[in-house]
């Protein structure tokens, strides 16, 4: 059977390919250490759940308006007022099925066939699939390792072109962790505003930094730049909600009307159930959150100094996420390796760690291992990763 020529260019994900391969060993009943995971490992807040129920037992499982419930975008409002002093109306908001959903709305909304999307690497997988699904071109600019993984502003001028029509920010970043400054982000704006960019801004992992770093959206440097910026953000991460589904984008009224739109035509709204979760969630207490970065900034710790110190790998420290995404052509070379993609699939067969290959975010060289999981867990993994090593050091 044929298929479409936007299906047959899609790249499959790499982290849920890694994850399928190492359930399939696990159930095979390999003891498997998988450190891919994208979750966090803690329930949803039970007030969250809580709500869930009622809202059923009240009877809202209808279908809501497309772009989500209003009480839902008017929290959404308070949320983005209370975090980050932007003022939105509910008008400028639209809940989507997740923040992946809303991201491909977007796209689908303001693409046209050659449009350019200026992506920096590493990336989070689905970014440039997504582009290319709308019609667009995804351009890549390199965040180099030297500088935390971010890109520049120069950078970002040397790449525009008369076909530009966006740029992505994620930060932090989902694989690197890394945070953009205030000054950074300023610079970068300036730029977005003189040749008239789109500028989407992912802040999924908003709530999730560590060490005194501040989270800051672009959005919030000037009116201007709001009025540019698309902010993406939901809360699977923050509070535990991957299954969900819930996310939501803030900006322009003309692109949220366009999204509100297609959503219309494809999943007509976003769970209705979730939604009264939601509600409750951005409406309630902050323990949870605040418990879950705290567990997540312990782990970071002693994670952190256990991976360094294990030959051939080194690693910029994150400040956001729960993610490290350490170099490891060392450890490939000096283990007899070809790439770091080789590595990564003799130590999921040999020692049954799964990590994620960093080639899967445009940055080969390096590897992703999520510390969302048990600390012990994450220790036995890293462990496993030595001895790998040291093994395939004595034997090349």
Not at 10 to 24: M, V, Y
Not at 185 to 193: A, F, N, S
Not at 226 to 242: E, W
């Given at each position: ?299 970071l710790d002693e994670v952190y100094s256990k991976l360094v110190s294990i030959p051939g790998l080194s690693c910029v420290k994150p400040k956001g996420a729960f993610y490290l995404f350490p170099n490891a052509k060392a450890a490939a070379e000096m283990t ?61």
């Amino acid at each position: 059977m044929k298929l479409s020529k936007r299906a047959e260019s899609l790249a499959p994900s790499s982290t849920l390919a890694i994850t399928a391969k190492a359930a399939a060993l696990k159930a095979e009943g390999h003891d498997v250490i998988g450190l891919g995971a994208g979750e966090p490992d803690f329930n949803t807040p039970m007030h969250i759940i809580e709500a869930a129920y009622a809202a059923m037992k009240a009877g809202h499982t209808k279908y809501t308006a497309s772009g989500g419930l209003l009480p839902l975008k008017k929290k959404i409002c308070e949320k983005l007022l209370n975090d980050q002093k932007l003022s939105y109306d509910p008008s400028e908001i639209i809940v989507s099925t997740g923040a992946k959903h809303s991201l491909y709305s977007l796209f689908q909304a303001m693409l046209d066939e050659g449009d350019e999307v200026i992506i920096p690497t590493p990336y989070w997988v689905s970014y440039p699939e997504q582009v290319k699904l709308a019609g667009g071109v995804p351009v890549f600019i390199e965040g180099k390792e030297e500088n935390e993984f971010k890109f520049t502003a120069q950078q970002l001028k040397s790449a525009i072109t008369e076909k530009t029509r966006a740029v992505i920010i994620n930060s932090p970043s989902n694989p690197t962790g890394s945070l953009y400054t205030k000054d950074e982000l300023e610079e970068i704006g300036t730029v977005c505003l003189a040749h008239d960019l789109v500028i989407v801004s992912d802040e999924i992992y908003e709530k999730l930094v560590y060490h005194g770093a501040e989270h800051v959206s672009i959005a919030q440097i000037s009116e201007p730049l709001r009025k540019q910026t698309i902010i993406i953000n939901g809360l699977s991460k923050s509070h535990a909600m991957t299954g969900w589904r819930i996310g939501f984008a803030a900006g322009d009224k003309k692109i949220i009307k366009a999204m509100t739109n297609l959503d219309s035509h494809s999943t007509s709204n976003p769970t209705t159930i979730s939604q009264y979760a939601a509600i409750a969630a951005y409406g309630g207490p902050e323990e949870d959150v605040e418990m879950m970065r705290s567990s997540f900034e312990a782990r970071l710790d002693e994670v952190y100094s256990k991976l360094v110190s294990i030959p051939g790998l080194s690693c910029v420290k994150p400040k956001g996420a729960f993610y490290l995404f350490p170099n490891a052509k060392a450890a490939a070379e000096m283990t007899g390796f070809q790439n770091v993609d080789d590595w990564v699939a003799a130590l999921l067969d040999e020692e049954k760690v799964a990590l994620v290959p960093g080639s899967g975010f445009g940055s080969p060289d390096n590897v992703r291992l999520s510390y969302a999981t048990s600390l012990d867990a994450i220790l036995e993994a890293l462990g496993r990763i030595e001895r790998f090593i040291k093994r395939h050091q004595t034997t090349n």
